[in-house]
């Protein structure tokens, strides 16, 4: 520990620029060498989202720029690292206007296909307005989703999440599965996935968020299957680890894990998910995930009840935030 920090002590100036709410207990480690910052104003309630959108849809992205980042000496930073975020061409404008000397990055944590479309904004348009900027603005883009990499010339690095530390959550239940997320067209597989868990004796809780029609059709299957609201990141990981399993479902298409995964890495959890690249990953090991489609149904009780296998903190370290940004300084070195 004393001769990494000794290593960041000479290192340059590093900005993480994320949405509101990012755990920004993360920067601690890296002392001076890093910031961490808001781009926009808090905007967790409906109200301050719809004004925040407004205001970018109208190019007076100043209105919500967080006053944090306004008092930032944005030209004293070597490198400067945008989290993925509505309207992303005008904070890379942002940032450029302030600084023309630094390394730029955008961190894409979604598939552009699952970029979507929200009041005043089209996140198709956008991401196609962001391609072609990135020779008039210097930057790079980076991806988790392999196929998106290929297909639009970006940097690979894998899917991080914000690790919360001395979160100790008791499992209830063992053979208990958890699903949490937006429908996003999942709910019939589901509906399937919770009929073969009950037939095996297990106990699966999915909750559900709406899609723009907000509804969620559970008619039959209220046991399992419940309507729920967005939930702040440390709740429902709460409500997620207090259950033997997580189930991940990606949608068609998507060539890079969700957070699910590395969760169940993180914190000790078994994994039940569709995602059959996943056996690539160094984090995989057959006694702590199951997958859909190649492992046996027949199995599924006896696997959620064997104890979990270890994975090393090294291997851990690549999905946190101090794997990314240690990622980053290769990259400047």
Same mark, same amino acid.
């Given at each position: 520990?004393?001769?990494?920090?000794?290593?960041?002590?000479?290192?340059?100036?590093?900005?993480?620029?994320?949405?509101?709410?990012?755990?920004?207990?993360? @920067?601690? =480690?890296?002392?001076?060498?890093?910031?961490?910052? #808001?781009?926009?104003?808090?905007?967790?309630?409906?109200?301050?989202?719809?004004?925040?959108?407004?205001?970018?849809?109208?190019?007076?992205?100043?209105?919500?720029?967080?006053?944090?980042? =306004?008092?930032? &000496?944005?030209?004293?930073?070597?490198?400067?690292?945008?989290?993925?975020?509505?309207?992303? @061409?005008?904070?890379?404008?942002?940032?450029?206007?302030?600084?023309? /000397?630094?390394? %730029?990055?955008?961190?894409?944590?979604?598939?552009?296909? !699952?970029?979507?479309?929200?009041?005043?904004?089209?996140?198709?348009?956008?991401?196609?307005?962001?391609?072609?900027? =990135?020779?008039?603005?210097?930057?790079?883009? %980076?991806?988790?989703?392999?196929?998106?990499?290929?297909?639009?010339?970006?940097?690979?690095?894998?899917?991080?999440?914000?690790?919360?530390? &001395?979160?100790?959550?008791?499992?209830?239940?063992?053979?208990?599965?958890?699903?949490?997320?937006?429908?996003?067209?999942?709910?019939?597989?589901?509906?399937?996935?919770?009929?073969?868990?009950? #037939?095996?004796?297990?106990?699966? /809780? !999915?909750?559900?968020?709406?899609?723009?029609?907000?509804?969620?059709?559970?008619?039959?299957?209220?046991?399992?299957?419940?309507?729920?609201?967005?939930?702040?990141?440390?709740?429902?990981?709460?409500?997620?680890?207090?259950?033997?399993?997580?189930?991940?479902?990606?949608? #068609?298409?998507?060539?890079?894990?969700?957070? =699910?995964?590395?969760?169940?890495?993180? $914190?000790?959890?078994?994994?039940?998910?569709?995602?059959?690249?996943?056996?690539?990953?160094?984090? $995989?090991?057959? /006694?702590?995930?199951?997958?859909?489609?190649?492992?046996?149904?027949?199995?599924?009780?006896?696997?959620?009840?064997?104890? !979990?296998?270890?994975? #090393?903190? @090294?291997?851990?370290?690549?999905?946190?935030? &101090?794997?990314?940004?240690?990622?980053?300084?290769?990259?400047?070195?």
């Amino acid at each position: 520990m004393v001769r990494r920090k000794m290593e960041l002590h000479n290192m340059d100036k590093i900005l993480v620029l994320t949405t509101p709410g990012y755990q920004k207990d993360q @920067e601690s =480690r890296w002392g001076d060498s890093v910031s961490v910052c #808001s781009m926009y104003r808090n905007n967790r309630s409906m109200l301050c989202r719809l004004r925040l959108r407004a205001a970018l849809c109208l190019r007076h992205e100043n209105w919500e720029i967080s006053k944090e980042l =306004r008092n930032l &000496d944005l030209n004293s930073y070597d490198m400067v690292i945008i989290s993925q975020v509505i309207y992303p @061409e005008l904070i890379i404008k942002y940032v450029r206007e302030r600084n023309n /000397h630094c390394k %730029l990055y955008y961190w894409m944590w979604d598939s552009v296909a !699952f970029t979507g479309n929200a009041l005043f904004y089209n996140g198709k348009k956008h991401w196609e307005n962001l391609i072609k900027l =990135r020779n008039q603005y210097d930057f790079e883009i %980076l991806s988790f989703d392999k196929s998106d990499c290929e297909k639009y010339n970006l940097i690979f690095h894998n899917q991080i999440i914000p690790i919360i530390k &001395d979160l100790d959550v008791k499992i209830c239940d063992k053979q208990s599965i958890y699903f949490c997320g937006y429908d996003k067209g999942r709910v019939s597989l589901l509906k399937e996935l919770g009929r073969i868990f009950l #037939s095996l004796g297990l106990k699966p /809780h !999915f909750d559900i968020v709406p899609g723009k029609d907000g509804y969620v059709d559970n008619k039959g299957y209220e046991s399992y299957i419940h309507k729920c609201g967005r939930k702040s990141y440390l709740d429902f990981l709460t409500s997620e680890l207090s259950h033997g399993a997580i189930l991940e479902v990606v949608q #068609s298409g998507q060539h890079g894990i969700t957070w =699910r995964p590395i969760e169940a890495a993180v $914190y000790r959890r078994k994994l039940i998910t569709n995602f059959k690249e996943i056996k690539n990953y160094d984090f $995989y090991n057959p /006694h702590n995930v199951f997958i859909i489609g190649e492992d046996n149904y027949n199995d599924l009780a006896s696997f959620l009840s064997s104890e !979990f296998h270890e994975i #090393s903190p @090294e291997i851990i370290n690549h999905y946190n935030f &101090d794997g990314w940004l240690d990622f980053f300084m290769r990259k400047k070195g």
